[in-house]
């Protein structure tokens, strides 16, 4: 199946690729994704550390990895008993108009498409019109209403496409069943994400997806903005908050590190 | 041999020419010979204004009913390798001819500055507060400027200012036909007035983290960044920076209105200007247009402009990086030194900044209403231009987010600048008598000298370095912004809050 996503999540994105790629890779899927920024990696990550194998479909020839911070990510990829695959020759440089057809071919060679935050007219919804094309399940996980990274995806599940609460809604799609989760009894709207002991009340009104700046949670709580900017530097310093596009997130507890 | 002594009849007369804030001194010599013809040679590098003079002269001498030379004369302008540019020297160069006719010569330490009309009248020169100020520098005790510039003049204390309206009236003073009487400093002049601030800070809905940042750079002469997209607000909030600085005190007026002399823009009818600069130079402006230049010698760029105020460069992104990497010098020692072929100047440019840019591209990067539409890389491109030695200088950065437009119709609800102001100058006060200088100019061993840290906030402060990577440079700056917050907050210790509200304002710092 494939992951496909936002290049420039929110953490609460992020952190829904790591998790389903991991929770999806433990009970014996593949997982396939583009190796681009952002939801591409987050979901090639969580499968790596979940000890399957992923499969990077490039749209690239299959020595240029792009972007190229990503060398280690593609090396960790085929180490994990994974594989780069691309339809381009050798030497292909990234080019836009080569990134839908890159993204067909993931649609081609997966069961099911999992869309987790895709704005409007991102790559991921080509990925997602491809697998309709070809009689392929697409699915989707929600996200908030304010973000406008859940402008595709809600368009996708208005539209009908799968729900994704955990990675039991994939496996079901799949007809694998969900007998090889961590956690079968685990409630379905539980990713399995731990937020940090609430040690500062300000953490309580921070979101995992929007991003929110001090002046706007010092006047929600009636404090100075000093203070308040203060309070978020000492939770960003025990990397309980991160900024993010100009504000604040709470920020998630990975994968990995539960792992 | 005797009769040789006689009629060789010559008129010596001192006037200057200026380099940036210095004047240098220009002796006008006209030397009346026997010649058979009438003509009137001009020696002594003069650029092309100042061989006008010529034309200016005889008509100004002749409409004034005075007699002119009917044999050939020779006006020098000493030193011969100093180059002279500028209409000023006319009112010397016509005096030295009167006085050489009449035989008389002028007053000892006695100056004399102003263009000449064709009538006669005495017209503006630029920089006559500046040349006033030198020549007094330079011994000089008595100048004589064009009548509309006396009271600009007058600001120079010990300098005799006698305002000329006329060639005739300056010639009549001179022979004792008629005195003028010396301008005086105009005690209204000093009169600071009541400053009309345009833009306050209760004006502008929430922003309430943008305008903190404000409050801390006005209290600390911090450069700040401002980082959001377009109709966030940018632009008005720099412009209420002004409006919470202190009064400008009498010598910061009187360099800005030097500057402004220097250029020709005081507004007239008021000698000593008082505005605290506000420039915002359009992002297309060329190196000579910020920082100073031009031909011959350097006429005073933007941020000179800026001296004792604010610079505010809107779309910092768009700006020449050259131009951009020029400002590093004066960020740094709030002067400008710049050469040209005409020689060398310094001029001031001790500026406050404010830089404003859009986080991407197409500006809506975070918005949470609108979707930015640029790729990660451009995005990266776009910071990657911003980044680098420029940014480094720059002690707090803050985000911008627009308001939601329901916000908008209420009322805002914010302290006036008048109130943010009383706690910035109680600020500042407290910086003067410590350190004698603001937070942003204290020097590294100066500022572990003055400003201490407590443990826990020495701790907090090396826990941060250390996890995101800060160079030297900008450890110091967080430190001087935490004392600067440590100043508002009239604490004479950094406590570790402090500390961390100036890491709050360090959006450049992203986490390993």
């Known amino acids: 199946m494939a992951i496909v996503g936002s290049r420039r999540p929110s953490p609460y994105g992020e952190a829904v690729a790591e998790q389903l790629g991991l929770e999806l890779a433990r009970a014996g899927v593949v997982v396939i994704s583009g190796l681009a920024l952002g939801i591409d990696a987050a979901a090639h990550r969580g499968a790596l550390n979940g000890g399957g194998p992923t499969v990077a479909v490039m749209g690239t020839g299959v020595d240029v990895i792009y972007p190229a911070a990503h060398g280690v990510l593609a090396e960790a990829i085929l180490a994990g008993g994974g594989a780069l695959v691309s339809q381009f020759p050798d030497g292909t440089v990234p080019r836009r108009h080569n990134f839908p057809a890159r993204n067909y071919t993931m649609a081609t060679l997966s069961d099911v498409v999992v869309v987790v935050e895709a704005a409007e007219g991102s790559g991921a919804l080509i990925t997602a019109e491809a697998a309709l094309d070809l009689h392929k399940e697409v699915m989707a996980v929600p996200g908030s209403v304010f973000s406008p990274l859940s402008v595709g995806t809600h368009g996708l599940l208005r539209d009908g496409a799968g729900l994704v609460q955990n990675a039991r809604d994939v496996l079901a799609a799949l007809s694998l069943g969900g007998e090889v989760l961590d956690d079968p009894l685990a409630t379905p709207n539980e990713l399995g994400f731990r937020l940090p002991a609430p040690r500062d009340g300000i953490l309580s009104h921070l979101s995992d997806v929007l991003a929110l700046n001090a002046a706007e949670i010092a006047r929600k709580l009636q404090l100075p903005v000093a203070e308040v900017l203060g309070r978020l530097t000492a939770l960003e310093l025990e990397g309980a908050v991160r900024r993010h596009q100009g504000g604040y997130v709470r920020a998630l507890r990975r994968g990995k590190e539960r792992a | ?512």
């Open chain 2, 1 to 512: 041999m005797d009769l040789h002594i006689v009629v060789r009849v010559l008129g010596t007369v001192d006037s200057c020419v200026l380099a940036g804030l210095e004047a240098r001194r220009v002796h006008v010599e006209c030397d009346i010979g026997r010649g058979s013809e009438p003509a009137f040679h001009l020696v002594g590098l003069a650029a092309t204004t100042v061989k006008e003079a010529r034309e200016r002269v005889r008509s100004a001498i002749k409409n004034s009913g005075l007699e002119y030379p009917r044999t050939r004369f020779t006006v020098n302008l000493a030193p011969a390798e100093l180059r002279k540019e500028g209409a000023a020297l006319d009112l010397a160069i016509a005096i030295a001819i009167v006085l050489a006719l009449t035989r008389r010569s002028a007053p000892p330490n006695s100056a004399f500055l102003g263009e000449l009309a064709l009538d006669g009248t005495v017209r503006h020169a630029d920089g006559v507060i500046v040349a006033a100020r030198s020549l007094r520098a330079l011994g000089y005790e008595r100048v004589f400027v064009p009548a509309e510039d006396a009271a600009e003049a007058a600001l120079v204390e010990g300098v005799e200012v006698i305002p000329c309206a006329t060639l005739v009236a300056a010639v009549n003073h001179l022979l004792d036909v008629e005195a003028i009487v010396p301008s005086q400093r105009s005690v209204a002049a000093f009169e600071t007035r009541a400053e009309t601030t345009e833009h306050d800070l209760a004006e502008v809905h929430g922003q309430d983290e943008a305008k903190r940042a404000l409050e801390v750079a006005a209290a600390g002469g911090h450069h700040l960044l401002l980082s959001g997209p377009p109709g966030a607000g940018k632009t008005m909030l720099a412009r209420c920076l002004p409006g919470i600085l202190p009064p400008l005190e009498l010598a910061e007026a009187l360099e800005v209105t030097q500057v402004r002399s220097l250029l020709g823009e005081l507004p007239r009818g008021r000698p000593l200007d008082w505005t605290r600069p506000f420039r915002s130079p359009h992002h297309g402006v060329s190196m000579a247009g910020l920082i100073g230049g031009g031909s011959g010698l350097a006429a005073p760029g933007e941020i000179s402009r800026a001296h004792h105020g604010v610079l505010f460069l809107d779309e910092l992104a768009e700006f020449q990086t050259p131009v951009l990497q020029a400002l590093r010098q004066p960020l740094e020692t709030g002067r400008v030194s710049i050469t040209r072929a005409g020689g060398s100047v310094v001029y001031p440019a001790r500026f406050t900044l404010i830089a404003a840019t859009n986080p991407c591209p197409c500006g809506w990067a975070g918005d949470s209403l609108r979707a930015c539409r640029c790729t990660p890389a451009a995005i990266d491109m776009y910071q990657r231009r911003l980044s680098g030695p420029l940014l480094d200088r720059i002690d707090l950065q803050v985000a911008v987010r627009r308001v939601p437009v329901e916000h908008l119709a209420s009322e805002p609800q914010g302290e006036r600048s008048a109130l943010v102001r009383e706690r910035v100058v109680a600020a500042r006060a407290r910086q003067l008598g410590r350190q004698g200088c603001l937070n942003a100019q204290l020097k590294a061993a100066r500022l572990r000298q003055v400003a201490g840290l407590g443990p826990a906030a020495r701790r907090t402060l090396e826990r941060w370095a250390a996890q995101r990577g800060l160079t030297a440079r900008g450890f110091h700056r967080a430190w001087r912004v935490a004392r600067t917050a440590a100043d508002l907050d009239a604490s004479d210790d950094i406590e570790e809050h402090h500390v961390l509200e100036a890491l709050g304002f360090r959006l450049q710092d992203v986490a390993a």
